[in-house]
């Protein structure tokens, strides 16, 4: 199975601030990955699809880069509404699996 | 509109059954391939099972493979996932989900049912 390790598990910022999640597959996931936001009481809801592409509707402040075992999530300037838990997630091959998440909160 | 609206989660004792469903619309359903995503109190995502629209395969998590079964009826536009011998760790919110390409297996889910809370526990 593909383990995906997310950094950090959790991380306080404030308004405007440039927010960075990293996710690190144990092997070469080509560029198999999407990132979810989850609020609380909510289903997760697609924000990237293949590391790099936003998902219609989706705000331009989201975005992400990487390829092989290595991606990164940017929020570029933070919004109070962006509170949530936010996962990648790997589909090169079953099982799926997603990252341990990482809570993001408002200083 | 898709929509995707699960049921059929509750309390059940250890060694139980439930069965779930996720109702289906707004969307040519045959042709997707459909999930199970769990999700324990308080922790992450978990897949559980699948169900090609492809092949017709269908693929369960090792933690749940022999007793969970997954099955689709396309007239009915459903979904379902028959669970068996039910364990204290099987305890989540359930959500099905939509593969956003029709015809492949894999893929992001673009959307989620709002999930239906499965408690095992005597």
């Known amino acids: 199975d593909i383990q995906m390790t997310q950094t950090p598990s959790s991380l306080s910022a404030s308004v405007g601030d440039r927010v960075t999640i990293t996710c690190r597959a144990s092997q070469d996931i080509t560029n198999y990955l999407n990132w979810y936001q989850q609020k609380l009481g909510k289903a997760p809801r697609l924000l990237i699809i293949?590391?790099?592409n936003l998902e219609t509707g989706v705000p331009s402040r989201f975005s992400g880069s990487g390829s092989a075992t290595d991606f990164t999530f940017t929020i570029s300037s933070l919004q109070p509404e962006d509170i949530a838990t936010y996962y990648c997630q790997q589909y090169d091959n079953l099982p799926i699996t997603f990252g341990q998440g990482t809570r993001l909160e408002i200083k | 509109e898709v929509q995707l609206v699960e049921s059929g989660g509750g309390l059940v004792k250890p060694g139980g059954s439930l069965r779930l469903s996720c109702a289906a619309s707004?969307?040519?359903?045959?042709?997707?391939?459909m999930y199970w995503v769990r999700q324990p109190p308080g922790k992450g995502l978990e897949w559980v099972s699948s169900f090609s629209s492809v092949s017709n395969s269908r693929d369960y998590a090792d933690s749940v493979k022999g007793r969970f079964t997954i099955s689709r009826d396309n007239a009915k536009n459903s979904l379902y996932l028959q669970m068996d011998s039910l364990r204290a760790d099987d305890t989540a919110i359930y959500y099905c989900?939509?593969?956003?390409?029709?015809?492949?297996?894999?893929?992001?889910?673009?959307?989620w049912g709002q999930g239906t809370l499965v408690t095992v526990s005597s």
């Open positions: 707004g969307f040519t359903f045959s042709s997707y391939s």
């Open positions: 293949d590391a790099s």
């Open positions: 989900a939509r593969v956003k390409w029709g015809g492949e297996q894999l893929g992001p889910f673009d959307y």
